[in-house]
């Protein structure tokens, strides 16, 4: 077996070979006597199958895992001459070369890329500066008239007056089209929050003024792309009744209150209650400048002061991806001329190369780092992440794990989860001194 193994760099490396036709000729003699032995052909006893029978009936398929096998017995040799283990490659390997010469001889070229070895430095020195979070009174008082607000009862209004916005007003209505009432367009007592958009536009609008006991007659007009197709777009009548006022009542902010809020604090005070939203709210902000700005930072000048190759194969698919991207901004007319000119494609991979270069060092810097700080997402907690993300949304968390792992993106997730631990953690640290 005779190949050259060469590294390109630290994370890439080519080997060149020539297959001989004698070592594909064995490697198929070798398959065709190992299928004989448990083929099952009629005509034949199991077992009994004679080897030119096996060649004749699957040759071309034989001779393929014949090649495969040589190829195979060729790249492991090569891995083992370069030091690297197969744990440490980077998708699979490539064959740039596959040239079949009249003597059945095969010239052969394998790329492969492996995980480059990072020198991460004194990484912890190059984070960035965490400035002070500050919260003010306003602020937790704020937040706290919020939280008396999501528990606030609806309550008949002591004083008769008009409907106004923001009230909640408890009315019977019945929807007619050309004068006949249509079906799902009538209710008694239906309680309607004006100004929430929640019926037909310019309904609520109309409501706004009308006193207790007061009926009329309110015209509106179906959206265009309203489900019913029977009303879409139609001119209605509804006949409108008002029986009550209600408004929101918040809650006293008082003891009693916070023991509400905090049912874990057995003597729980208004105080303890604005200490604990005070730190919720600092969290979200250290969180919101983590997120949005130290941890891009910190990212970005890692790339920019660690030198190391990137393996070609993730490199090559992160500017396919970015070009896709481009390629869905773009008009039709310019994708066809990106098809029909090699050098706009020439100009526009050069464009987004060094991008997706640092992208793609990001990546595995990240990684490094998650190694170095022995930080780990699994897929356990990507998947109950993604779970309880569906939920708060209203969706079946089930069917949008189903749906990410179908579409492949449950890997980048993870690194996304990873990224945001690691570095979090590491900015916690510097926080703490």
């Known amino acids: 077996m005779e190949f050259n193994a060469k590294k390109e760099n630290e994370a890439n490396a080519v080997i060149t070979a020539t297959v001989k036709n004698e070592t594909v000729k064995v490697n198929v003699d070798k398959i ?32 393929q895992d014949a090649e495969g096998e040589a190829i195979r017995d060729i790249l492991d040799a090569a891995l083992k001459e370069l030091g690297i283990e197969n744990s440490k490659l980077v998708g699979e390997p490539a064959i740039t070369k596959f040239d079949k010469n009249e003597n059945g001889d095969i010239d052969l070229e394998i790329k492969v890329s492996c995980q480059p070895d990072i020198d991460l430095g004194d990484y912890k020195a190059l984070l960035p500066e965490i400035p002070a979070v500050e919260v003010t009174d306003e602020e937790v008082d704020k937040r706290l008239e919020e939280l008396a607000s999501q528990g606030a009862k609806l309550e008949k209004i002591k004083r008769k007056r008009m409907v106004k916005s923001g009230d909640h007003a408890v009315i019977d209505f019945e929807g007619f089209k050309d004068g006949v009432a249509f079906e799902g367009g009538k209710a008694e007592k239906h309680t309607l929050e004006i100004g929430s958009n929640s019926f037909i536009p310019g309904f609520e609008d109309q409501v706004i003024g009308m006193k207790y006991d007061e009926e009329k007659e309110i015209n509106v007009k179906f959206p265009d792309e309203y489900q019913a197709k029977d009303l879409a777009g139609a ?11 209600q408004e929101k009542v918040a809650q006293e902010i008082n003891d009693e209150f ?5 049912p874990q604090e057995e003597d729980a005070t208004v105080d303890t209650l604005k200490e604990k939203v005070k730190e919720q709210i600092k969290a979200e902000k250290l969180n919101k400048l983590y997120t949005e700005e130290l941890k891009p930072a910190y990212l970005e000048t890692l790339v ?13 698919q992160e ?6 991207a481009k390629a869905r ?4 007319e310019e994708v066809k001329e990106l098809q029909e000119n090699a050098d706009k494609l020439k100009e526009l991979t050069e464009e987004v190369t060094p991008e997706a270069t640092n992208s793609v060092k990001a990546t595995f810097i990240v ?15 990507v998947t109950q992440t993604l779970y309880y993300e569906a939920m708060m ?13 179908e579409a492949g993106y449950l890997p980048a997730i993870k690194m996304s989860m990873i990224e945001q631990k690691v570095i979090t953690k590491l900015l916690d640290e510097k926080a703490a001194k």
């Not at 920019?304 to 090559?316: C, M, Q, T, W």
């Open 235 to 245: 001119d209605v009548v509804f006949k409108v009744k008002l029986h009550e006022i």
């Open 393 to 405: 949304m209203g969706q079946d968390g089930q069917a949008l794990i189903k749906q990410y792992q």
């Open 367 to 381: 990684d490094a780092l998650a190694k170095a700080q022995n930080v780990n997402v699994t897929d356990e907690e």
């Open 304 to 316: 920019e002061k660690l030198d190391f190759a990137v393996p070609a194969s993730i490199l090559e």
């Open 258 to 262: 916070a023991k509400k809020m905090l």
């Open 319 to 324: 500017i396919n991806n970015a070009l896709n």
């Open 32 to 63: 065709a006597k190992q299928a004989a032995k448990t083929m099952d052909i009629q005509g034949f006893r199991k077992g009994k199958v004679p080897v030119a029978i096996v060649k004749q009936r699957y040759g071309t398929k034989i001779v």
């Open 329 to 332: 901004e773009m008009k039709e």
